[in-house]
């Protein structure tokens, strides 16, 4: 007797006792049940103040010293030819922080604009309640416009009552133990005083302006 033979299966049969597989659903979460990384963020700066109180450091202009100054003919015209020893004084009010300065540069200015020289010095730490005067060697070969300017920064020199002020641009940021924050670029405005008033010991208070905060 031949043997029977199994039946085939029409086509789309789907076999009951097998259960079916479902593909992945894609849930799409409300957005309180997102992570929020710009909240934590936020919170954690908050924190962070809310601690440490983090304070500006205080600068001072504390000195003025020229070693040379005249005022010179060229074939351009009159020139001021000056060097000088600058010394800014910085403290760090903070408790616990200390203060971490990039590369700083200092531009001292004359009436009417006159540029009496500029210095730079490398990047330093400010440990936190220290008090530290940085001082700046400057020179300046500055082509005068006009005869009348030389004159007067001259006579202005000679009877001290000459005003100068100082711009100091440097990077600041603040650290803890091992660990640093970003860096903010600030310029600071010291002046501008007559050049008796700083050999009479004035030391004023320097102004602060945050460029990217």
């Known amino acids: 007797m031949s043997q029977m033979q199994p039946l085939k299966k029409p086509p789309g049969f789907k076999d009951p006792t097998i259960p079916i597989q479902m593909p992945p659903r894609k849930v799409n979460l409300p957005p309180s049940f997102k992570p929020q990384k710009r909240k934590h963020r936020i919170s954690a700066c908050g924190l962070f103040y809310l601690w440490f109180d983090p304070k500006l450091p205080v600068f001072h202009l504390r000195s003025l010293e020229f070693t040379k100054f005249n005022v010179s003919e060229s ?12 010394g800014v004084e910085l403290k760090n009010p903070n408790v616990e922080l200390k203060i971490v300065y990039g590369d700083t540069r200092v531009d001292l200015k004359g009436e009417n604009d006159v540029n009496m020289g500029a210095g730079e010095v490398v990047g330093f730490v400010l440990e936190n309640r220290k008090v530290k005067v940085v001082k700046f060697v400057m020179k300046s070969n500055e082509l005068l416009y006009g005869d009348s300017i030389g004159k007067l920064i001259m006579n202005g020199f000679k009877n001290k009552n000459l005003r100068v002020s100082a711009d100091v641009i440097t990077d600041i940021g603040v650290g803890y133990k091992g660990w640093k924050s970003w860096k903010i670029r600030v310029k600071v405005s010291c002046g501008s005083l007559r050049l008796k008033q700083i050999e009479n010991g004035a030391t004023p208070k320097c102004g602060i302006t945050l460029f990217n905060w």
Do not use: C, E
């Open 75 to 86: 074939q351009d015209g009159q020139r001021l030819n000056a060097q000088s020893a600058l």
